[in-house]
Each structure stands twice: as C-alpha cells, then as structure tokens.
T-cell receptor
Framework: EPEVTQTPSHQVTQMGQEVILRCVPI?????FYWYRQILGQKVEFLVS????????KSEIFDDQFSVERPDGSNFTLKIRSTKLEDSAMYFC???????????FGDGTRLSIL | AQRVTQPEKLLSVFKGAPVELKCNYS??????LFWYVQYSRQRLQLLLR??SRESIKGFTADLNKGETSFHLKKPFAQEEDSAMYYC??????????????FGKGTKLSVIP
C-alpha cells in the first residue's frame, strides 16, 4: 500500500537556524497538509495546500513558516528562524480528494536547542 | 470554532472486557468524524470514519448528533488494541480544505 514518507525522522537544530522538513505524499493525491504536535498536546493543523497554493492556514502558521511543492513529488515545510517553542512532532498528510480520508506520514521530530 | 474533546487521557481495561473511548465535539455546521489510531512508534492510521459505518478490528462508532458524540466501542478488548486513539473532526461540506481538528487523545492500555 502506498504511504506518505517524511524525512528526516529526527532533526536537531540550533535556535535561529532555518530548517526544512520534507514529505513525499502519495503519488495521485491532490491535497496536502502539515500538522504539528507539541509534546503532551494535541495534533494541530498548520496549513493545507492544493493546486500549487496554500488553501488554508492556521494562526500558528505565521511569517516564519512557508510551504512549497518544488517538483511533482516533494512537499516541504520551511521554518525560517526557529524558536524553542517550535520543538514538536511535525506530520505531513495527503488525500486524493475531499471524499477520501487523509493519510499521514510517520512524522519528523524537530528539536530546537 | 470547532472543538473535539476526549475526556480520558488514559484508559486501562482487562483483556476481554468491553472498551468505550469517549469523544464529544462542537461544530456549528455538518461535521465528519474520524477515529485515528497510533500504535507505538507508528504513524497515525485511520481507524473509522462515520460516513462509512464500517467495523474495523471489531471497533465501531456511531455519530450521535443530539449528544454531539462519536464514542468508539469494542465489545472485547485485545492486547494488540493498546495504542493512542485520537478522535478528529472535519467539515463535511462547503468551501475550505477540510483540515482535521483533533482531540488530545486517549491512551488505551489492555491488561493481559
């Protein structure tokens, strides 16, 4: 069964540095999402992406965040200047269309020092 | 605003006992409800969605619009059911990206 893949599985970065989290959605999927989960808290929506543009974003997704689909397969989340509070598990998800459920990747654990 | 509440952080049951994981929601429109499961060190996996009305791994969930609940039930718990369970909500119609709003999750521990 096809899966959403995320790399790296764990990223350790100094505060203030830029970080890029990568996701390869399932190949025929059209809707892409990023979520995050701070330790001990709920999974929170960050941003959705469709037709090569952001379709919706949450209050968390401020100017330090950006998303890109640089080619036909990758979907990236960039955090420009990381803060301690960005430490979390980041999940990528994709779905084929609105009638289908979202499929999640394994997540990237981001640790900011 | 939409909200999902899972009142229990941890639920421990004995093997063979019935399980009920509670989920309540608030949403002004027409929601779609889901249960996702996360086994140890694995990804979030879809367990159930209310519109499909399936039974997966013996689990069922019925959407009760009057009580705004979507409790997950299984008549006889198995050890392999031990996992983190998340209830989630998404708009069912209208514009928007249909993103998920999650509850905080309930950790189910099945005691042998």
């Amino acid at each position: 069964e096809p899966e959403v893949t995320q790399t790296p599985s764990h990223q350790v970065t100094q505060m203030g540095q830029e970080v890029i989290l990568r996701c390869v959605p399932i190949s025929n999927h059209l809707y892409f999402y990023w979520y995050r989960q701070i330790l001990g808290q709920k999974v929170e929506f960050l941003v959705s992406f469709y037709n090569n543009e952001i379709s919706e974003k949450s209050e968390i997704f401020d100017d330090q965040f950006s998303v890109e689909r640089p080619d036909g397969s990758n979907f990236t989340l960039k955090i420009r200047s990381t803060k301690l509070e960005d430490s979390a598990m980041y999940f990528c998800a994709s779905r084929r269309d609105r009638d289908q459920p979202q499929h999640f990747g394994d997540g990237t654990r981001l640790s900011i020092l | 605003a939409q909200r999902v509440t899972q009142p229990e952080k941890l639920l421990s049951v004995f093997k063979g006992a019935p399980v009920e994981l509670k989920c309540n929601y608030s949403y002004s429109g027409s929601p779609e409800l889901f249960w996702y499961v996360q086994y140890s060190r694995q990804r979030l996996q879809l367990l159930l969605r209310h519109i499909s009305r399936e039974s997966i791994k013996g689990f069922t969930a019925d959407l009760n619009k009057g009580e705004t609940s979507f409790h997950l039930k299984k008549p006889f718990a198995q050890e392999e059911d031990s996992a983190m369970y998340y209830c989630a909500l998404s708009p069912y119609s209208g514009a928007g990206s249909y993103q998920l709003t999650f509850g905080k999750g309930t950790k189910l521990s099945v005691i042998p």
